[in-house]
């Protein structure tokens, strides 16, 4: 029973997370005053790209296949741990904090290495600005979630959420408000939004993670778009989830399913438009700036881990 | 005409060269172009210096067709010794004492051997393989690695290859590597009478049609004695303003959208759009083409004076609200600074050069026309990506003020009982020569022309301020990290059509 659950969030988490991106591109095309491809349009491209053949670069090694599956993977098996729909874990799989930030490290250090396999200037340029920014977003996204994790007792992001289900007055708490906006900051960085990274772009040497993938190509890029996606499905939905952990199912039935599945894609996509709207008004950082926004969310989760041991 | 001309043209031997360029760069006088000729008994080169107020001397200097050396200025000047360079390979003129004498212009793929512009060069020979290979220096050291980019871009972009030298994020050393897209442009024209050369003028570099296009006539008329009107003048210096209008308008969105920030792009998009298509209405063509010719100038419809000023306001809110912005705004104060005296000594022009705190423009130097009271050369002291952007903002704001004032001179006169240029023969009663000079929107741009008795083009050549300013953009790295070189490069804005021809 608790796998069907499982697979349903994955399930849902893999059909959202086209949608997610295409509102996001749509909100941010129409607030620009563009027409904007349509919401459906990441879906396609992810459709188009996976019947497609791979052409990998002369003298490219089999990572260039084997990443785009480990990335996938890996952006599943978080998807499926992090708390999305319901509170319903799998026992032999602990949806632990540091469980989740190990997957998603496990398909950065992935990608780090497909941007070196090609052996092109452009992916090791992206590779070392990508770990350098990782280096960065790790720390805060464990210091953050610790500080949340203090009142309860325990890093299991489930019990994390159950407390605040049962006590919303927790979610507007400093604690919680600082670790929220630290955590915000690092979502956005390590999934290469601005203003650290900018997914629009074309300009082969301003890039992060499409220099990365820019020798990937066919089915390959198609794993590797969805795969990145998913991150920031499993990532934002994470902190929806603790800003907003109203919705989410406390047992397994169907009726509350339904209302968390509903509950889930609406704080999503409206977190995504939200995000879109900023970007509109945002631009990207000098890349030896980027640290020191992230230093400064790193800050805040440390003041959010203190607060949450002095005002208990 | 030709008696005047005489005071300032002046015939030169090889040796004496040397001392008097010398002396004229000490008094104020600029290199603003050298021009080679195969005169099938022997070559000739003419070098052509301008100073402020529209002064001009030209030294011709004459070399035996055997054994072509030249004594080379590049230790004087160093956009002569790129001209020297560029006379190397088209001519297979050698410039003796060139400190740097390799190839510039010439293809890669291009024989050694083969020189385009000589009489008897004949059509382009099959291409070789790249032998000599380009000589990127190797920088050596802990770390260094270098980033190959282009020829092929990403974007829809004209063909570079640009070598970087990097530890870290630092860039060490640029090597912009241009020139693959020769088409013999200069070849093209000899032959035509000018009247049919219009049409390659228009299309030398696209976005500065009208610079090319006025130059060109400029020195057509010249070389023809063909007197100008002033209200023929004044339409000229209309189309220049607003082929200034519409670049600089696309320019300072595409700057702040290389730092993501794309809405600035979206919205200058749009006023580009409705420049190009008052463009269109004025001229019949969106790029301005179309409108001038030799000894006149004529609109299909006179300019819409409000449209303009319209968008000349919407672009001043732009600018407000980008620079406002705390984070562009670090983005672009202190990038790629180019020094004064850096860009002085490399012949810099144009925004580039005006953003460096060096003040030249052709509209107040050699001026063809009144500009009235409101206009004004608008120059910035830091030499960075700010000062490039704030440049061209201020610029904008002069066009657009400037423009009521030229409409009135230009509806001035009778209009439309000129005779027509006789496109036939005979106007000349021996060879003439002349020279156009232009503030186009890129810089001071020069065109010198030669025509034969029966007036066919013998030789034109054409000197787009680019070919004086992509030397400064590797210049201006110094100390920039790669991921700001695009921001820099679109602040320089450089054209690859105009510089190699």
């Known amino acids: 029973m608790t796998a069907l659950a499982v697979a349903w969030q994955i399930l849902v988490a893999v059909a959202l997370t086209p949608v997610l991106v295409g509102v996001m ?108 920014i990782a280096a960065l977003v790790e720390p805060t996204v464990l210091v953050a979630v610790y500080a949340l994790s203090v009142p309860v007792g325990t890093t299991a992001l489930s019990s994390i959420l159950q407390a605040r289900m049962s006590d919303p007055t927790t979610v507007i708490s400093p604690v919680s408000l600082l670790a929220l906006v630290a955590l915000s900051i690092v979502v956005l960085a390590e999934t290469g939004r601005l203003p650290v990274d900018n997914p629009a772009t074309h300009l082969e040497l301003t890039m992060v993670h499409e220099a990365m993938i820019l020798e990937s190509s066919g089915r390959d890029l198609g794993w590797l778009e969805l795969g990145s996606w998913l991150r920031l499905t499993a990532l934002l939905g994470l902190v929806v989830n603790l800003a907003l952990p109203w919705g989410v199912a406390a047992d397994l039935g169907v009726g509350a399913t339904v209302i968390a599945t509903l509950a889930f894609s609406v704080k999503l996509l409206i977190a995504g438009s939200m995000i879109a709207a900023a970007e509109v008004f945002l631009a990207k950082v000098r890349l030896f700036r980027v640290p020191e926004l992230l230093a400064g969310s790193f800050v805040l989760a440390f003041l959010s881990v203190t607060a949450s041991y002095l005002l208990v | ?123 382009m020979p099959d291409f070789e393989p790249d032998v000599g290979s380009y000589p990127f220096v190797h920088v050596q050291g802990d770390g260094v690695y270098e980033i190959p980019v282009g020829p092929i871009h990403a974007g829809i972009i004209e063909p570079g290859h640009f070598r970087f030298s990097v530890v870290g994020e630092t860039i060490l050393r640029m090597k912009a590597r241009l020139w693959f897209v020769h088409r013999g442009m200069e070849r093209l024209f000899e032959g035509r009478l000018p009247s049919e050369a219009i049409e390659l003028a228009e299309r030398i570099s696209g976005d500065t049609a009208v610079g090319h296009t006025v130059a060109f006539v400029q020195a057509v008329e010249e070389a023809l004695g063909i007197p100008i009107d002033p209200e023929v003048a004044a339409r000229r210096a209309l189309l220049l303003e607003l082929e200034r209008l519409y670049n600089h308008v696309a320019d300072l969105g595409m700057i702040p959208n290389d730092v993501g920030f794309g809405i600035a792009h979206i919205h200058t998009q749009r006023l580009r759009e409705k420049l190009l298509r008052h463009n269109a209405a004025v001229t019949g063509h969106r790029l301005l083409r179309g409108g001038i010719t030799v000894g006149d100038t004529r609109f299909v419809r006179e300019p819409d004076l409000a449209l303009v000023a319209g968008v000349a306001a919407e672009m001043a809110e732009i600018v407000a609200f980008t620079l406002n912005h705390s984070v562009v705004t670090d983005r672009f104060t202190g990038t790629a600074v180019l020094r004064a005296d850096l860009g002085g000594s490399l012949g810099v022009l144009g925004y580039v050069a005006r953003a460096s705190g060096i003040g030249v423009d052709a509209r107040r130097d050699h001026p063809s026309v009144d500009l009235g009271p409101d206009f004004s050369v608008v120059t910035q002291e830091g030499g960075d990506v700010l000062s490039r952007y704030a440049v061209r903002a201020g610029e904008v704001a002069v066009s657009a003020g400037i423009l009521p004032h030229l409409a009135e001179l230009a509806s001035g006169g009778a209009g439309g009982e000129r005779a027509a240029y006789p496109v036939t023969d005979g106007t000349t009663g021996g060879p003439a020569a002349g020279l156009g000079v232009v503030e186009a929107w890129r810089g001071t741009l020069c065109h010198w022309v030669e025509l034969a008795p029966d007036g066919r083009l013998t030789r034109v050549k054409i000197v787009d301020p680019s070919f004086f300013n992509w030397p400064g953009l590797p210049v201006a790295l110094a100390d920039t990290i790669v991921p700001d070189f695009p921001l820099a490069n679109k602040s320089f804005n450089q054209s690859y059509a105009g510089n190699d021809l």
């Open chain 2, 1 to 123: 005409m030709s008696g005047e001309r005489a005071a300032y043209r002046e015939d030169v031997v090889p040796g004496a060269l040397g001392g008097k360029v010398q002396a004229l760069l000490g008094s104020g006088w600029r290199l603003a172009l050298v021009a080679g000729h195969d005169d099938g008994d022997g070559f000739r080169v003419v070098y052509s210096f301008l100073r402020p107020v529209g002064q001009r001397r030209e030294l011709v200097v004459r070399l035996p067709h055997d054994q072509p050396e030249l004594p080379s200025l590049a230790g004087l000047s160093y956009p002569a010794g790129r001209f020297e360079r560029e006379l190397r390979d088209l001519f297979g003129i050698e410039p003796v004492g060139h400190p740097l004498p390799r190839g510039l212009v010439r293809h890669g793929h291009w024989p050694t051997t083969w020189h385009p512009m000589l009489r008897d060069a004949g059509p």
């Open chain 1, 25 to 132: 591109r749509q909100v941010r095309a129409r607030l620009e005053g563009r027409v904007g491809a349509g919401v459906g349009q990441p879906w396609r491209d992810v459709r188009k790209l996976l019947a497609k053949e791979p052409l990998a670069a002369e003298g490219a090694g089999p990572l260039m296949s084997a990443v785009p599956v480990i990335l996938v993977i890996s952006s599943l098996v978080s998807v499926a741990l992090v708390p999305l729909l319901g509170i319903a874990t799998l026992a032999w799989v602990p949806d632990d904090l540091f469980v989740v930030v190990s997957v998603l490290l496990v398909g950065t250090v992935a990608l780090a290495l497909l941007g070196l396999e090609s052996g092109t200037a452009f992916g090791g340029m992206g590779s070392s600005r990508h770990m350098m």
